[in-house]
């Protein structure tokens, strides 16, 4: 499970062999990240469509990759009148014969699918960036109800829709959870329909009794209390929800029509999650450590810099190839100077320019008060 803060022997154990030094040395605070949001983390709040959980990253290790069920972020708490789960069925529909999914046949059917990351689209650094998180999950791919549902030939997109009634009007989010895919895209993509999460049925808040997770795509197309499988053709206008996060998923503007619109994938990106002070042979010394994930294909190099003047260097550990939904990565700082100093990563073998990444999106900045 995610462990949290100050553990020597757990960041001991991480450590690499250009970093042995560090567990001789004593650990002797994590430092603050500075401008981003004061909120609580690790338990959900409020409810409906204004309802989040926050997780928090900086107890992160490769001993720890899997984000316990009740820290796993939420953007959406479960309505207060969702049907209950006994009776749920997924109605199959449009160019298609009509017919329904029942919840207990789709559980029986499930399968282990292994670790995937799911991040919000608005993953932000007013949430301390806590909207990721990774779990090992259970559920019934979807090319397998694609083949099952033998669709039209002229069926070439599809939208998944979930369970979107609620009690209370919202202050912070619209109503509309659906997302359309191309049909092709859709079957290649490893989605799946989700029963458990972290060998557990996934509960009301993440999407019981039933959802859609899309390997490497933003949460926002990760539909859930999915309801509805509607087969259509390329007439098929965008979703609410796909226009409500066109921005946030790069987009070539508000397209009006789904098949218009680019897959909402992960580019690569990368951020520190802990900036670690260290007394080591009575001097001390810090260690920036990080995660790396998304995008498609290994990274051999990944570079880091603590202010706009310097040059990315290398960081000192990064296992590759990456073989994990997000790979843990550290480096050794020693600034010369008191001040502050902002955190940012580049790809530098291959040299890829991810928009997020080289915008300076999941830059972090701290205070070194002596050095």
């Not at 806590?130 to 669709?151: D, F, N, Q």
């Not at 002229?154 to 109503?175: C, E, H, K, M, P």
């Not at 900036?275 to 009575?282: C, D, M, P, S, T």
């Not at 100093?341 to 991810?354: D, K």
Request: overall charge neutral; glycine content about 8%; charged content about 20%.
């Amino acid at each position: 499970m995610l462990l949290g803060l100050n553990h020597p022997g757990l960041l001991a154990a991480s450590l690499t062999s250009a970093q042995k030094s560090y567990a001789n040395g004593k650990l002797l605070e994590e430092l603050e990240f500075l401008n981003e949001g004061r909120i609580e983390m690790d338990s959900a709040f409020g409810s409906e469509l204004d309802g989040r959980l926050y997780t928090s990253l900086s107890g992160l290790s490769n001993e720890s990759l899997v984000t316990p069920g009740d820290r796993f972020y939420i953007r959406t708490r479960a309505s207060q009148i969702l049907p209950k789960p006994e009776s749920w069925t997924i109605s199959l529909n449009g160019l298609v014969a009509a017919q329904k999914l029942k919840i207990a046949d789709l559980q029986a059917a499930a399968k282990q699918l292994g670790l995937h990351l799911i991040e919000c689209a608005g993953n932000t650094r007013a949430a301390c960036f806590g909207m990721i998180s990774v779990g090992e999950w259970t559920g019934v791919p979807i090319s397998e109800i694609l083949a099952y549902a033998k669709a039209k030939s002229s069926a070439t997109q599809v939208l998944i829709s979930g369970f979107d009634r609620y009690v209370a009007n919202s202050i912070t989010s619209t109503s509309g959870a659906s997302w359309i895919f191309p049909l092709a895209e859709l079957a290649k993509s490893g989605a799946f329909l989700a029963t458990q999460l972290n060998s557990l049925p996934i509960t009301r808040d993440h999407g019981a009794p039933i959802r859609l997770v899309v390997p490497n795509w933003y949460g926002c197309a990760c539909i859930k209390w999915v309801d509805r499988i509607s087969f259509l053709d390329d007439s098929a206008a965008s979703t609410s929800q796909m226009l409500e996060y066109a921005t946030r998923t790069h987009q070539l503007g508000s397209p009006t029509l789904a098949k218009d619109f680019l897959p909402a994938r992960i580019d690569h990106a990368a951020m520190p999650i802990r900036v670690e002070k260290w007394l080591v042979n009575e001097k001390p010394k810090y260690r920036v450590v990080g995660i790396l994930w998304g995008g498609n294909g290994p990274i051999q190099s990944l570079g880091i810099r603590f202010n706009p003047e310097e040059d990315f260097v290398p960081v000192d550990s990064l296992p590759s190839p990456q073989t994990t939904p997000w790979t843990i990565w550290s480096h050794t700082w020693n600034p010369k100077a008191r001040g502050r100093y902002t955190i940012r990563l580049a790809l530098l073998e291959p040299e890829l320019h991810p928009k997020r990444l080289d915008s300076g999106y999941y830059a972090r900045t701290v205070e070194i008060a002596n050095a």
